[in-house]
């Protein structure tokens, strides 16, 4: 189940769905919406999930470094002038003297 402090049965949110979404936009909390005593929908207001969507790309972003710099703690990569010298000749880019 999930742990929201804010839960209502959505017949009761379709009943004074002008308050549930003041409450949202006020708070920026989420809300579980249930059908049958079940947890079926979470909503939330735009600007709480614009902010979700953000962490989450930044914390995704932050996971990947840590993912390459353990992959070269192991050894894994290769040197940049090696990378350099690969798509110098792939893209027939002068080296510089």
Same mark, same amino acid.
């Given at each position: 189940?999930?742990q929201?402090e804010?839960?209502?049965?959505?017949?009761?949110f !379709?009943? +004074?769905?002008k &308050?549930h979404i !003041?409450r949202?936009?006020?708070?920026?909390?989420p809300? #579980?919406?249930? *059908?049958?005593g &079940?947890a079926e *929908? *979470?909503?939330?207001?735009?600007t709480?999930?614009q902010r979700?969507l +953000?962490?989450? #790309? !930044? #914390? @995704? #972003?932050?996971?990947?470094?840590? @993912?390459?710099?353990?992959?070269?703690r192991r050894g894994?990569g290769?040197?940049?002038r090696? *990378?350099? @010298?690969r798509?110098r000749?792939?893209h027939?880019?002068a080296a510089?003297?």
């Amino acid at each position: 189940m999930i742990q929201l402090e804010e839960i209502c049965s959505l017949r009761e949110f !379709q009943r +004074d769905a002008k &308050r549930h979404i !003041q409450r949202l936009k006020r708070t920026g909390r989420p809300e #579980a919406i249930t *059908v049958n005593g &079940r947890a079926e *929908v *979470v909503i939330q207001d735009a600007t709480s999930y614009q902010r979700l969507l +953000d962490l989450t #790309a !930044q #914390a @995704e #972003a932050i996971a990947a470094v840590h @993912e390459g710099l353990e992959s070269m703690r192991r050894g894994g990569g290769k040197p940049a002038r090696l *990378v350099l @010298e690969r798509i110098r000749r792939k893209h027939r880019i002068a080296a510089k003297p």
